[in-house]
């Protein structure tokens, strides 16, 4: 339904060559007026500015900075540039939307070259700005004017989004899947592409347990907690679940990871058989297989024991490890890496030297309790990193997520990077053009309601590897990733998400487009 209605106005949206062969050169019969902001959320402000603009000439154009360009606040917009143009467009007074890829108007001023540009008053409040000065010039050098509209309605965007951000996820995921000449039915196409797909996962094994307690209360004489004992659950972790999680996709898996000699081991290998991974491990008595165990009281993790040994594998291993990269068929490679002996500077060169050619190449750095550099993974086909591990990688707490994306490619040197957001979905970064207006993917999280974060990011990796290879999209990897994660978000545990928990969360969104 809302794509065919959104159709009805694209045809405003031009480039400044289109607009150029519409409006024809100056000086021109009908007068034009252009109008030049973010607009992130449209307020009334914004309209009364726009029929003010209207009212002095007969063609209004309207120019919105695009995404790259937004510094105000990390995750600004909140409206993606494709949504904010067709939101403009809609509007009857407005004839054409124009976004704009500089970071300012000048150059846009001075090919358009409309009679009058439209500035609002608060621009002349406290005199007026050098940017506005600079646009000033641009129009006098071929006989422009500025018109200042009526500053008597004044709203702040930033102000209104900060008391509420809008939640536009759906209209943002319909807007997106039209640029691309996708739907609902593309995206359940590319999970049956999935099945049959060959992936070798390569990485640091953790069992996660969560022992299940009672709080008891404390000890009288000194600072000590005590709890009654209910029981343990464990589940297959680290990049063992990755493996489970392609698996379950349709993928066939194989395996490689070094696990200690213990009962723990003996419950990895069982499990992993039981969902069909292949499994060639590396057995080191040397060390313990890795575990974390979160004690649980009441919904609270009051505290969490680690058994590992995190010192970087020994060369027979690593021996070991190349000799199944290099020797096992395969049509993608994925590197895990949670920074527990199996990848480190010494090894990850070794390891990358190993992967077969024309395999694609993946990789995710793991940096929550370790030291980890997803930037160590050089000329990947897809990394796929959270923002906190990105900021880790670059010494960047500052930058917004857009020019921490772009940085953070440009570092790797990778295809693709889905930079993972957590409850504000992901970012995908496609182009070393970081200028470009179809550079960046944004998709917000599907996540209804949440029982367990956990193992998310491990989901998106899986299914949007398995589309990426399947279908060659990275618009449907982005998509499908981040409804994998959804379903991931929803379930307790990190447990593997199966292809049909995928169909009914593309069901569900289809319905909420359609207002079912």
């Not at 407005?94 to 976004?99: K, L, P, Q, T």
């Not at 004044?154 to 807007?175: C, F, N, Q, R």
């Not at 907690?225 to 464990?234: A, F, I, Q, T, W």
């Not at 505290?303 to 049509?331: F, G, H, M, Q, Y």
Request: net charge negative; with cysteine; proline share 4%.
């Amino acid at each position: 339904m809302i794509p065919s209605l959104t159709q009805k106005y694209r045809h405003k949206i031009k480039t400044v060559d289109e607009l150029l062969a519409a409006i024809g050169p100056r000086p021109r019969k009908r007068k034009v007026i252009m109008c030049h902001g973010v607009f992130d959320v449209v307020h009334p402000g914004h309209l009364r500015h726009l029929i003010y603009a209207k009212s002095k000439a007969d063609i209004l154009v309207a120019s919105i900075t695009a995404d790259i360009h937004i510094s105000k606040g990390h995750y600004r917009p909140h409206v993606p540039q494709d949504l904010r143009a067709l939101n403009l467009a809609a509007f009857e007074i407005v004839d054409y939307v124009v976004i704009d890829p500089e970071a300012t108007p000048l150059k846009n001023l001075a090919r358009i070259q409309p009679d009058y540009f439209a500035k609002g008053y608060e621009y002349t409040a406290s005199g007026i700005p050098q940017k506005t000065h600079e646009e000033a010039e641009v129009l006098r050098s071929y006989g422009g004017e500025i018109i200042f509209t009526p500053g008597d309605i004044v709203y702040s965007s930033s102000k209104l989004i900060d008391l509420a951000p809008p939640t536009l996820k759906v209209e943002k995921l319909l807007t997106f899947m039209e640029s691309e000449d996708l739907n609902f039915d593309s995206l359940r196409k590319a999970l049956d592409q999935a099945r049959g797909r060959r992936v070798h996962v390569v990485g640091d094994t953790i069992v996660d347990s969560y022992t299940q307690t009672t709080l008891i209360g404390g000890q009288t004489k000194t600072p000590t907690m005590s709890v009654l004992y209910e029981g343990r659950d464990d589940y297959i972790g680290g990049a063992a679940i990755v493996a489970q999680h392609l698996r379950a996709a349709g993928a066939e898996v194989t395996f490689s990871t070094v696990l200690g000699d213990d009962a723990l081991k003996d419950f990895v290998l069982k499990g992993l058989e039981k969902s069909g991974v292949i499994c060639r491990p590396v057995i080191d008595a040397t060390r313990p297989t890795t575990n974390k165990n979160a004690i649980v009281a009441g919904g609270y993790r009051l505290l969490k024991v680690d058994t590992l040994d995190s010192r970087s594998i020994s060369d027979d291993i690593l021996v070991d490890l190349c000799e199944a990269v290099a020797n096992t068929p395969c049509e993608a490679v994925v590197y895990s890496d949670f920074r527990h002996g199996i990848f480190n500077r010494r090894t990850i060169p070794r390891l990358i030297a190993a992967i077969p050619e024309g395999a694609c190449k993946v990789a995710d750095s793991q940096v929550a309790s370790r030291w980890g550099n997803i930037t160590d993974f050089k000329h990947f086909d897809l990394i796929t990193p959270n923002e906190r591990e990105a900021r880790f990688a670059l010494g960047d707490q500052d930058s917004g997520i857009r020019p921490l994306a772009s940085t953070l490619y440009d570092a790797a040197k990778c295809k693709t990077l889905i930079l993972k957001l957590g409850e504000k979905g992901v970012l995908t970064c496609l182009s070393a053009n970081h200028e470009s207006l179809d550079s960046f993917i944004v998709v917000d999280s599907f996540v209804d309601r949440v029982v367990d974060a956990v193992g998310a990011g491990d989901a998106l990796l899986a299914y949007g590897l398995l589309a990426k290879i399947g279908t060659g999209s990275d618009a449907i990897a982005t998509i499908l990733g981040s409804m994998a994660a959804a379903c991931e978000c929803e379930f307790d545990g990190n447990v593997p998400v199966r292809p049909d928990d995928v169909r009914r969360k593309i069901d569900e969104v289809e319905r909420q487009a359609n207002y079912a």
